[in-house]
């Protein structure tokens, strides 16, 4: 039976159910004997699974399948198509009595059907009374049953039928009213109550072309397994979604839903209602829209701090109150609910597996990019294919390497908010901006190798089956202010092509108990998926040697390292830690590094060359922006025993000296900014360390500035 031929079945059915109520209505004005009954027999639904997804039981004499009704949108009728009428089908679902559905049918005739009005009120022989009422159904069907009336029957639990009783009215005289959405079902209209639509959230992201991973779809697999597991009067259990990633939690409840063939929607738990009335309507409500139709409600809960206890409570009444599949989305799991449930942890998929999404979303000959890609990104498939298929329309840029573009594609999409706790760095110094020894040059190359060729080491050669820990990369860069700890960790950021994060230590420390260690495990959780470098300066600060316990501050204090220590040895991606202290490190910490690269204070040989690199240069082809300098003595100059650092700040300050005289940079200008730097460190100062006087040519050469003698 198609939708179409079922809807005209069903209105056929319904006239002739309005005109059975007519009928009897009309007896009873005339006050004539009621015919023999010939009411349905009253289901007896079970649990509320078997109800929702299983066959109805014997004694109700209608046919459907035996597997799960599934919700069409555009033909809502075909939740409903295996029944005979709307009205059997919601008889079996909401498990009404004959009697009950009776009530119901006379409520839809007084909509749906004129003449009921006056009928309604000859047969209760009161003009004023032009509607229905309990005690006109008691006297118009057979086996009236007193329990109908009760808040524990199908007719008010379910919110069939709205009652009203102004003042001190009975009950049995108050006028009846059917809920217009049951009404629009009895019509064969099958759609979400609009009471509940203003509670739930935009559908969002689009995952019907994404399959789940191997991983994720066992996952899904289990959850349906526990759901066919339902038992008669059992309360379907909660599915606590447990995971920092959003997108495969929602991707994994929705292929649970598509297997049990119900439809998902989602809701923030903030939405929950606070007031206890409220929230017990709206859960009657869900859960009689879960009846009637086959749906599943997503609760996104995640970061709602466990202490606000008004808001979880809210969340725990309703999941009590309620029944039907819940998915509740969570950071960590909850065991303070008032009802039984299942916890699974949903995670991204592993990094084989988003090797082999990569290689189907970038197509043939992108194997080496794919593995490059899942080594550096923990992306989920979505984002994966949304990702790629971003990228591959666009033409690589000059001068690029195939696949640039969608390498920046995926940095963009795995930067992190990292709020107030970090600082994204604009890459910008080069390895040919490095001056340092051969040796430590060695080691930081190293490193950029490393970070590289992790993927094919952990996931290709292995040794992510050896390993539970220590996958990331973590390097100590220890040496004096100025030395270029930090130009270094741009450079290796420019050369990786990665984000670089500058962790703000002020937001970071925190005074209470408790919160420094949530707010690093916030850096570290959003760093985690993105790919980034996260740069720790001064972390002598956060990782300082774990001190002896002499009171509760002490004690406090040992587990800020100690988790630390751990948090750092499970990051994955690579974290540069930068002290002028190295000594006042822990030397555990120092321990689970994998490289440590001292910074020298630099001699005067790289001075020089620091010099000679301080003003940016004319290239020596194009018009890039350079600093006009004249006659500046680099021999000179590496004599003054600073770093780096220092270097720059002279260069520059001498620059904006240049800049305000309107010429160019000379040595004078350069001596006068690092006399100025000199007293800003408190150094001594000889005058005759910072005066310059111009060389004076050979006696034997004719100076350019005089002239022939005319």
């Not at 979880?312 to 008032?338: K, M, T, Y």
């Not at 300066?537 to 390292?561: C, M, P, Q, T, W």
């Not at 790289?606 to 240069?617: C, D, I, N, V």
Request: glycine share 6%; with cysteine.
């Amino acid at each position: 039976m198609t939708a179409d031929q079922w809807q005209e079945e069903n209105s056929r059915l319904l006239s002739a159910d309005i005109a059975r109520v007519r009928e009897r209505l009309e007896r009873l004005c005339a006050r004539e004997p009621a015919p023999a009954p010939s009411a349905p027999e009253s289901p007896q639904p079970g649990s509320f699974l078997r109800r929702l997804l299983g066959a109805p039981k014997e004694n109700i004499s209608i046919s459907v399948k035996n597997q799960p009704l599934l919700l069409k949108e555009a033909k809502a009728a075909d939740i409903v198509s295996d029944f005979p009428s709307a009205t059997t089908a919601l008889t079996y679902r909401l498990g009404l009595s004959p009697f009950e559905q009776n009530v119901v049918l006379l409520c839809a005739a007084m909509e749906l059907d004129s003449r009921i009005a006056g009928l309604c009120a000859g047969a209760q022989g009161n003009s004023q009374k032009p509607y229905p009422t309990f005690a006109l159904a008691f006297a118009a069907f057979d086996d009236p049953a007193w329990d109908a009336l009760s808040p524990y029957r199908p007719l008010r639990h379910w919110r069939l039928i709205e009652i009203n009783q102004p003042g001190a009215q009975p009950l049995t005289a108050s006028a009846l009213r059917i809920d217009e959405r049951i009404l629009n079902y009895l019509k064969g209209l099958n759609y979400l109550d609009d009471r509940l639509s203003g509670f739930l959230l935009p559908p969002g992201l689009s995952s019907d072309s994404v399959s789940l991973s191997p991983s994720q779809q066992n996952i899904a697999d289990s959850v349906v397994n526990v759901l066919r597991q339902d038992s008669p009067g059992s309360l379907v259990p909660i599915i606590q979604m447990v995971g920092n990633d959003s997108s495969s939690k929602i991707m994994t409840a929705r292929r649970v839903s598509t297997i049990i063939q119900h439809e998902l929607h989602m809701m923030s738990a903030a939405l929950l209602p606070s007031q206890s009335s409220d929230l017990e309507n709206f859960a009657r409500l869900w859960e009689r829209e879960s009846l009637l139709l086959p749906i599943a409600l997503y609760i996104e809960a995640d970061g709602i701090d466990p202490s606000n206890t008004e808001r979880w409570g809210a969340i725990g009444r309703f999941l009590a109150r309620s029944n039907g599949v819940f998915f509740l989305s969570v950071d960590e799991p909850q065991s303070n609910l008032a009802r039984n449930g299942i916890i699974v942890e949903v995670a991204k998929p592993a990094m084989e597996e988003q090797r082999v999404a990569w290689q189907d979303a970038l197509g043939a000959g992108s194997e080496q990019l794919a593995s490059k890609l899942a080594g550096q990104f923990r992306f989920n498939l979505f984002d994966i294919h949304r990702i790629a298929k971003g990228g591959l329309p666009l033409k690589q840029p000059s001068g690029g390497k195939p696949g640039d573009i969608v390498w920046d594609a995926a940095r963009t999409a795995a930067r992190s908010k990292f709020n107030s706790l970090a600082k994204r760095i604009e890459p910008k110094m080069k390895w040919e901006d490095v001056v340092l020894p051969p040796n430590e040059i060695a080691l930081l190359q190293q490193i950029a190798a490393q970070v590289e060729q992790r993927a094919k080491v952990y996931s290709d050669w292995g040794f992510d089956r050896k390993m539970n820990r220590g996958f990331g990369i973590n390097a100590l860069f220890a040496g004096e202010s100025g030395t270029g700890k930090t130009m270094m960790a741009e450079v290796l950021a420019n050369d990786l092509r990665l984000d670089l994060y500058r962790i703000d230590l002020s937001s970071v420390v925190n005074k209470y108990i408790g919160e420094t260690e949530k707010n690093l495990r916030r850096v570290f959780d959003a760093a985690e998926d993105s790919g980034a470098i996260l740069f720790f300066d001064e972390a002598d600060a956060l990782f300082g040697k774990r001190s002896e316990v002499k009171d509760s501050h002490d004690r406090y204090a040992n587990i800020e390292v100690n988790y630390l220590l751990q948090r750092m040895e499970a990051y994955h991606g690579l974290a540069i830690l930068a002290t002028n202290m190295k000594n006042a490190l822990d030397t555990a910490f120092l321990r689970r590094l994998r490289f440590v690269v001292n910074f020298p204070f630099p001699g005067q040989v790289y001075r020089k060359r620091l010099w000679e690199h301080a003003f940016p240069e004319q290239e020596k082809e194009g018009s890039a922006p350079h600093v006009p300098v004249q006659g500046l003595d680099f021999d000179r100059l590496s004599n003054l025993n600073l770093t780096g650092g220092h270097i720059h700040n002279i260069a520059l300050n001498a620059s904006f000296m240049a800049a305000q005289a309107g010429t160019p940079v000379t040595m004078p200008l350069v001596l006068d900014a690092a006399r100025t730097e000199y007293m800003k460190l408190d150094r001594p100062i000889n005058a005759a360390d910072f005066q310059w006087q111009e060389k004076k040519p050979p006696s034997n050469v004719v100076s350019m500035s005089s002239g022939t003698g005319g």
